[in-house]
């Protein structure tokens, strides 16, 4: 009789694929319809990361497990990505900061579950499906109580959930500074994606899932000590209020990953039609908006370097004699003005924002008083 893992791709068990498309597509829908009116700025960026990672994990591992070929649960995990993404776009969350990134945490994330799926196949069969769901939903628990709960779960043991490094990945390019930032994450997927083959071929000699153990434990080590961004976690009754705290500027030198986003930023700003508006006072508005989006999303390390950015463009691109009126006028008066190049912002590689003006109007103001004199 033949096993699972040499069947035909598609002589799935009968309740495989209905469980694959539970925990990897009407889960992570059901989620962002959920969000849709949310009272946050775009938050269908702000938790894309959770959504994604599971909506990954569920259909590559699962489809990978119940048919027994690694490219399935690619090539299903790959679609599932692209779906949501676009299904995300559809319902107003802004364009992609980081294609690249974004694409590459993906196809990384995408073979790691799949990977994980096919050894599931090798080792149990016509059973291994059954343990996929179980690792699913046990990771997806984690992961949403995480980013419904930050704090909730201890840090040790987030840094062992391969969903985490997902997570971390994707939401990394989708409001942060992109792949370099998230490059502990990557590899950590990476690597066991490829031990995960390895032992797969290797089965049914024992001894390989002691160098599965192993580098699992070693490549966490790397995430604890090379931790990607924290998620973004906007306050919403700070969003709500008229006025509120502000992100602090930072006064450290930026690491590495905050210094390369910083000087692509600054460099696309020379590209960018916003910073080069003819009306002066429009002109601040639009280059005030590069710390006031990313102030809403709170995403650290980046939100607290972009105000000194954005100081030494205004003083580039405003008359010396007049900055300092300009701003105040800003400040006083926040309401004035257009903010649509909130939405063109990932020009910038920095998240745009669509929906209320009102939070981000707010922000502009408190950042105009800021900087004003720096």
Request: hydrophobic share 55%; net charge positive.
């Amino acid at each position: 009789m033949k096993t699972l893992s040499h069947a035909h791709p598609l002589a799935w068990p009968f309740l495989a694929w209905p469980a694959a498309v539970l925990a990897g597509v009407a889960a992570p829908t059901l989620a962002m319809l959920m969000l849709v009116d949310a009272p946050a700025p775009a938050p269908l960026a702000l938790t894309g990361g959770p959504i994604l990672a599971v909506g990954l994990m569920g259909v590559g591992m699962i489809t990978a497990a119940a048919a027994g070929r690694l490219w399935i649960g690619i090539l299903l995990a790959l679609l599932t990505g692209a779906g949501l993404i676009m299904l995300a776009r559809a319902l107003g969350m802004p364009p992609l900061p980081h294609p690249f990134s974004t694409g590459l945490g993906v196809i990384i994330a995408s073979l790691s579950f799949a990977a994980r799926g096919a050894l599931f196949a090798r080792s149990a069969g016509e059973k291994g499906w059954w343990i996929a769901v179980f690792v699913v939903a046990g990771e997806a628990a984690m992961l949403l109580t995480a980013s419904a709960m930050p704090g909730a779960l201890p840090d040790w043991l987030l840094v062992l959930l391969p969903a985490q490094w997902a997570s971390t990945a994707i939401q990394t390019a989708l409001t942060g500074t992109g792949t370099r930032a998230a490059s502990s994450v990557l590899i950590a997927l990476a690597g066991t994606a490829a031990v995960t083959l390895l032992v797969t071929r290797l089965l049914p000699r024992r001894w390989p899932y002691l160098l599965m153990f192993t580098a699992w434990l070693g490549l966490s080590a790397l995430v604890w000590h090379r931790p990607g961004p924290p998620m973004p976690c906007a306050d919403l009754a700070i969003v709500a209020a008229p006025a509120g705290p502000i992100a602090p500027i930072a006064t450290t030198v930026p690491d590495a990953a905050t210094a390369s986003a910083l000087a692509r930023i600054q460099r696309q700003i020379e590209k960018w039609p916003a910073a080069a508006v003819p009306d002066l006072a429009q002109r601040a508005r639009n280059l005030l908006l590069i710390a006031a989006v990313p102030d809403l999303y709170d995403t650290e390390p980046l939100q607290s370097h972009l105000p000194l950015l954005v100081a030494a463009e205004l003083k580039a691109r405003l008359p010396a004699d007049g900055r300092a009126a300009i701003l105040a006028a800003i400040a006083a008066d926040p309401a004035a003005g257009s903010v649509a190049a909130r939405e063109t912002l990932a020009e910038l590689g920095l998240p745009g924002n669509v929906g209320d003006e009102a939070p981000v109007r707010n922000r502009m103001g408190l950042y105009a008083a800021r900087l004003d004199g720096q």
